[in-house]
């Protein structure tokens, strides 16, 4: 108990400690200017918690022990998430590339009719781009904002904060067909005689399908908002990093081979078939290219069905929701002269055209949008 | 794309699940004990806990249960368990998942009519409680200490 009094009182001061820090932040431009207020709005409501809690008269309460213990750890958590993600991510953002690269990310939500208080993106990742869902915090590679082929990255970081937002929509729904699909596979197999080790793999990949579906789902979304260039981002990611998940899965992701396929049915199911077929011919290549062939386990854990359903799930999720794909993103709604999305679809399509003259292209579209940002 | 953006994902779902199943037992266990609960904006603070720890109680019972084979899920189910919580549950109570299930019926049953909880009913709501906790905390070290 006097270890828990004493560290509820070093969280205060820390909360204390980022809350003037954030209040020194000034000058910002009115988009991270408005992320600055939520977030010392989550850390106020924060601090507040950890007052309660430390003058709580249950405290030494044995049957209430772990409890508030777990009460702490919690507030911890989210002291430490604020100190490492968001606070550090404004205290940074003087530099221009972060302005701009939230500048992207704000027009990009106004495009594709995202409901939600834009996320601050800025460029200062030491790996690929990741999203802090529960922080509304996207981070870039470094050089990213002087790019645009891999920009369309963003729409599948998008994709997780809007998974988080309904997950009761485009996840637990989808959840019963993954019970039904499998249920049926365990059926079938037990009919024709399979062992328990078969009846064992269909369970660990009903269980394994829930956590891919955040991947998928992020990536349909991608494809269904951005179109044919996440396509071809993604073949360009897996050919930059290519390793064995081609085939093969994590714990948190599923195998690239099955990732390019949703993506492609989404387009496909856009009408995007010609951009698909083209697509597809270059994740041959690539995959030829590094020697993978496809395992015969391959179509028992990727179901081609599933991922048929799940596609049309996801799509049908994103027309409910509002967010409008790219076939049908009117230029000119969000009252400037460029739109982003449909920008970096025709970036695809110069860079395949003129593959050596894409840089000059580029870094004149990059120094258009600065100027279009006020940057 | 990468793994923090999954974790990040998972450990906000895992750790909102967490905070709300702890804060409604804190709040049964407060009322138990005679102390006052802090009034809310939406009505009787203890009835709103009984009422979400029952919900989170029903949908872990109904996944569960579909695992176990007794019966099949109905999707129907009114609060989201995060999938890692459930797994950890039924891996702690492979050899008693029958007993453990017969006592988180009861603690629901008695959080529904709003009568006390006994010994073995707040002990399986405490083993909910501990598991969302292990699984958020486990999320966030693989989060942030990589």
């Known amino acids: 108990m006097a270890l828990l009094k004493q560290l509820l009182q070093d969280l205060k001061q820390r909360c204390g400690f980022l809350d003037v820090t954030l209040g020194g932040i000034t000058g910002l431009r009115p988009d991270a200017e408005a992320y600055r207020q939520r977030i010392a709005a989550i850390l106020h409501a924060g601090r507040v918690h950890i007052e309660r809690l430390a003058a709580d008269p249950t405290l030494g309460q044995a049957v209430l022990r772990k409890n508030h213990f777990h009460q702490y750890k919690r507030l911890s958590e989210l002291v430490s998430a604020a100190e490492w993600g968001p606070v550090n991510a404004l205290k940074r953002f003087r530099l221009p590339d972060d302005a701009f690269m939230t500048s992207i990310a704000g027009r990009i939500c106004k495009e594709i009719g995202y409901r939600w208080a834009p996320p601050l993106c800025v460029a200062g990742g030491l790996g690929h781009y990741w999203v802090n869902a529960g922080m509304d915090l996207i981070v870039t590679p470094v050089c990213e904002a002087a790019h645009l082929l891999g920009l369309t990255d963003l729409y599948h970081e998008l994709g997780h904060i809007v998974i988080l937002r309904e997950s009761r929509a485009l996840q637990l729904a989808f959840h019963r067909t993954i019970d039904q699909h499998f249920a049926d596979s365990i059926r079938q197999a037990r009919q024709d005689g399979k062992g328990p080790a078969v009846i064992d793999n269909l369970k660990k990949l009903q269980s394994s399908w829930k956590d891919w579906l955040i991947e998928f789902t992020a990536d349909m979304i991608a494809a269904y908002v951005a179109g044919p260039a996440y396509g071809w981002t993604n073949v360009r990611l897996c050919m930059n990093q290519s390793s064995n998940a081609i085939y093969h899965a994590s714990d948190s992701h599923p195998a690239d081979a099955a990732r390019t396929l949703g993506i492609e049915l989404v387009l496909r199911s856009l009408g995007f078939a010609n951009e698909a077929t083209e697509i597809r011919a270059s994740w041959d290549e690539f995959v030829d290219l590094s020697g993978s062939t496809t395992p015969p386990t391959f179509a028992v854990e990727y179901p081609r069905p599933l991922l048929d359903r799940l596609a049309t799930f996801v799509v049908a999720g994103c027309r409910t929701l509002g967010l409008i794909s790219l076939d049908q993103q009117p230029t000119g709604t969000s009252g400037s002269s460029i739109h982003v999305t449909k920008l970096l679809h025709e970036a695809w399509g110069r860079f395949q055209t003129d593959p050596a003259g894409f840089g000059a292209w580029e870094g004149q579209q990059v120094s258009d949008l600065k100027q279009e940002f006020g940057l | ?146």
């Open chain 2, 1 to 146: 794309m990468g793994d923090m953006s999954s974790l990040s994902y998972e450990y906000t779902v895992n750790a909102s699940f967490a905070e709300d199943v702890n804060k409604w037992l804190v709040a049964v266990k407060k009322a138990a004990l005679g102390v006052e609960l802090d009034a809310n904006a939406g009505g009787d603070p203890l009835e709103e806990a009984r009422r979400g720890l029952a919900a989170a109680v029903e949908s872990t019972l109904s996944r569960l249960e579909a695992m176990e084979g007794a019966k099949e899920e109905t999707g129907g189910a009114s609060a989201e368990v995060p999938e890692d919580v459930v797994r950890r549950v039924e891996a702690k109570h492979r050899s008693d998942l029958a007993w453990f299930l017969e006592d988180l019926r009861n603690a629901q049953s008695a959080l529904l009519r709003g009568d006390t909880l006994g010994p073995r009913e707040l002990q399986a709501l405490d083993e909910i409680t501990d598991v969302a906790d292990a699984s958020a905390s486990e999320c966030f070290r693989r989060l942030w200490r990589r």
